[in-house]
């Protein structure tokens, strides 16, 4: 794949904007972070960096999360020269965000879902990639851009969440080589480690065994799927990022083949977060307007929390488990 153009379009625009997808993760404020440093670094200019979403205080160690602004701090009538969107599969994944997206004089949307279908000027979107993360290191490696160790360190983030500590079918040779790549630059495994998994708050562990005391089961158990309310969320004041990993720990029971968490956004809207151990969950988070992966994929559902477990349940059953 050649990423001359990327490196044309960034030389020429003077102001640029990156955008990462609501409820962000590992991989998108590790992808997000590492492009403003890459364009720092090597072109000497400042983009502007937007999260519609709160930013989960798990990844405040990333070299530019700081920069990182909500909507309500942007003028929603500026137009940029250029907006780059990373790990954002479908363009509703940019929330309110979108609107600047649209009124950018160029687009680019660099990605690895496989259910992107490409809406920017320039796509860059490798499904075989384990993560954006990688995305962005096959780029800077192709255009031969020098990466710090501040860039490392955000892309080997990104690479180790959305591998799930490389324990997930994702988790290939050049995944690792990938890593590898940023360990020599001179990231240690085992500070961000430490980070991202070992600084849980005590409610949000508590919080955590709430959710998973109250799983329900069905289709044999192969399906596991529990429910995260918005008053249980203030009854523990978890943080942010609370649901992070618990559809993981469903998915880990050995009868389990389809996990989901549905989560209360308000009364009418639900966040469904699906992982399989090898049915093709991405599938069904499209039938709802989402997407992902094969095993990994998530929706939002305009139902209550109660009337989107039904349709999710009725896709499921649609499908031999």
Known sequence: MSYSQLNDIIKSSKNILVISHINPDGDTLGSICAMSEIIRNNFKKECELLCVSK????YEFLPNISKIKTLESFDKSREFDLVITVDVAAPDRMGDAKILFD???????IDHHKTNKGFANLNIIDPDASSCGEVLADIFKGLDWKINLETATCLYTAI???TGSFRYDNTTEKALKSAADMIAIGVKPSEIYKKIYESSSKNHVLFQAYCI???EFCENDKVAYTTVFKKDIEKFNAPEDCTEGLTEKLRAIVT???AFVVRQLNANMSKVSMRSKSKDVAEICEVFGGGGHKLAAGCVVKCSVEDTIKKILEEIKKREI
Request: avoid cysteine.
């Open 160 to 162: 180790l969440t959305d």
């Open 55 to 58: 930013i989960p205080k798990t």
């Open 103 to 109: 009124k950018a004089k160029s687009t680019t949307n």
């Open 256 to 258: 389990t083949e389809i």
């Open 213 to 215: 005391s109250k799983t």
